[in-house]
């Protein structure tokens, strides 16, 4: 709970100073629409009879609440615009860290239903992220499934697993031997599991043939 805490609390903080920010600047608009108006009636109405001055008071009273309600509308809507650009990079700076990392990186459901399936993954396993993308975990050999569960398990628990050397299936139903790694993901409060796996069947390859010269 503690991590979210610390997410929430730069937000909290960013809405304080945007309603405070709009607050002081209202304030400071209303005031100078008042003083430059004061200025004009001490410099031009000065002699002017209590019904003009009414009216001008009336008068400096809409248009006040015209240039307010015209100034409040404009920062809102800039602050919105700001954080949706905001948003929008951060989310393409998200998708191309994630396509541009080299492990086949897999987000999915705890019913193994898949969220998310980057370009490495496409590459190693040969689903593209469209035939991936809400279906169960293709990945999963029918002998590797007590261990998946197992696993998973492990994962709800709060205990990553790191670099368990493991297989997973291709497409064409061919065995692939990778280094796996599962972490826990919180997504809209939704508990699900990040999956990084790298190839290496040429590890392993490498490693049999050393054990072959050693005999």
Request: charged share 25%; with cysteine.
């Amino acid at each position: 709970m503690l991590p979210a805490k610390r997410e929430m609390l730069p937000i909290h903080s960013n809405r304080r100073w945007f309603w405070l920010t709009l607050a002081l600047s209202s304030v400071t608009i209303a005031g100078l629409i008042f003083g430059i108006s004061e200025l004009i009636e001490v410099l031009f109405f000065r002699h002017v009879d209590e019904l003009t001055l009414h009216y001008m008071y009336l008068s400096r009273s809409v248009i006040s609440s015209v240039v307010l309600t015209f100034w409040a509308a404009w920062f809102v809507l800039h602050e919105r615009h700001t954080n949706e650009l905001r948003l929008l990079r951060a989310n393409e700076r998200y998708r191309g860290i994630l396509e541009t990392t080299p492990g086949a990186v897999v987000l999915y459901d705890r019913d193994l239903c898949v969220r998310e399936w980057n370009a490495s993954a496409e590459r190693l396993y040969g689903y593209t992220a469209e035939e991936a993308a809400g279906q169960q975990l293709p990945t999963v050999a029918v002998g590797k499934r007590p261990e998946v569960e197992e696993l998973l398990r492990t994962v709800r628990e709060g205990r990553p697993v790191l670099d368990l050397e493991t297989q997973r299936v291709t497409r064409d139903g061919s065995p692939v031997n990778v280094q796996l790694s599962l972490l826990p993901f919180t997504e809209d409060g939704q508990s699900m599991i990040l999956e990084v796996t790298q190839d290496i069947r040429e590890r392993i390859r490498l490693r049999d043939k050393l054990l072959e010269l050693e005999k």
